[in-house]
């Protein structure tokens, strides 16, 4: 798999200095690390805590005793897979756009550090694991897994025509959302439902924040996205969105219901929303990637407290009214 046109890939300009693939990994293969992303583990993080999130609500809602480890463990391995296969698919498609994008022109294919078809082999082995993980689930979770494709195939294709293509993303990154459901319960209810909708307005706040590191770029090369389109306004959208998030998320939590570690997982998680939010500088694109990445932190604080409480049941139902 390893080319000898990309031993020695230039550097990418969101990926930490030093980090494991620069300092450990073999150089016929960091083309192709670098591909997956595997040095700017952040996406994995993001397309794997609504899984993590999913599974432990459906936990607590089946009174298990702690969430389904071996179903923690797969979703990681999926997300990473999936994850990695999606961003080589992107690149794939993205190649001519990429070189024209200050931030991008660094990625593996675009400077000519792994050829297409390389590539193409790369996304089948990718895509391999990930059929072996999804392959490991329920029946049901196999087939709520299959109705996901669609939407990750076409997403890279959707910042040439719609102003919206993060909504696209948020689709397909708050799939977890309904897996870890699926995989507990076999079906799928109004919990996992609510969970999945704030799941892709987190998503699209998310990236919005993320897209205002190429705006000035994307604006040049024709291709489109919600930080040109919110503009000036972009700081207000996503509060709009990240209030909507908590809403649906405590909707669904309640819906449960849940103990007191939940509610206590999903407070923190607001107000990492509302500190993201006045942190956020949208001309700044070093405070923006880091304010963008801090969403894992954010999703940690939530899962914990549902984690929690498979562990130390303390519903909150005979609170409700």
Same mark, same amino acid.
């Given at each position: 798999? =390893? ?12 990926a ?27 996406? =994995? ?10 599974? =432990?609500?459906?936990a607590? /809602? ?22 990695g ?55 049901? /979770? ?5 109705? =996901? ?22 689709i ?5 959302a ?17 969970? *999945? ?49 908590v809403?649906?998320?405590? /909707? /669904? ?27 956020l ?10 304010? *963008? ?9 939530l ?17 409700l009214?």
């Amino acid at each position: 798999m =390893s080319s000898s046109e990309g031993a020695t890939a230039p550097p990418i300009a969101d990926a930490p200095r030093g980090n494991w693939v620069e300092r450990v990994a073999p150089a016929p293969l960091r083309p192709y690390l670098r591909l997956a992303r595997l040095d700017r583990p952040i996406g =994995s993080w993001l397309l794997l805590l609504p899984c993590w999130w999913s599974t =432990s609500l459906a936990a607590i /809602a089946n009174d298990a005793p702690h969430p389904d480890l071996k179903l923690l463990v797969l979703f990681a391995v999926g997300a990473v897979a999936m994850r990695g296969a999606g961003c080589t698919w992107n690149d794939i498609l993205d190649r001519k756009i990429d070189r024209q994008v200050a931030r991008t022109r660094g990625r593996p294919i675009a400077s000519g550090a792994v050829s297409v078809p390389a590539a193409f082999a790369f996304l089948v082995l990718q895509a391999l694991i990930g059929l072996a993980v999804l392959l490991s689930l329920p029946h049901f /979770a196999i087939v709520t897994g299959l109705a =996901s494709l669609g939407v990750v195939a076409v997403y890279p294709l959707m910042k040439r025509v719609t102003s919206v293509p993060q909504l696209i993303l948020g689709i397909a990154f708050s799939w977890g959302a309904l897996m870890g459901w699926a995989a507990v319960m076999r079906t799928i209810a109004d919990p996992a439902l609510l969970l *999945f909708a704030g799941c892709v307005l987190w998503v699209f706040a998310y990236d919005t924040i993320y897209a205002h590191q190429d705006k000035e770029d994307d604006a040049i090369v024709g291709v489109r996205s919600t930080a040109l389109l919110f503009g000036r306004a972009s700081a207000l959208a996503v509060g709009i969105c990240y209030a909507f998030v908590v809403a649906l998320f405590a /909707a /669904a939590l309640l819906s449960v219901p849940v103990g007191v570690f939940s509610v206590l997982g999903l407070i923190g998680f607001a107000l990492h929303l509302c500190w993201q939010v006045l942190r956020l500088d949208i001309d700044d694109p070093a405070r923006c990637l880091a304010v *963008f990445k801090s969403n894992r932190d954010a999703g940690l604080i939530l899962f914990a407290g549902l984690a929690l409480d498979t562990l130390i049941p303390n519903t909150i139902a005979p609170l409700l009214p």
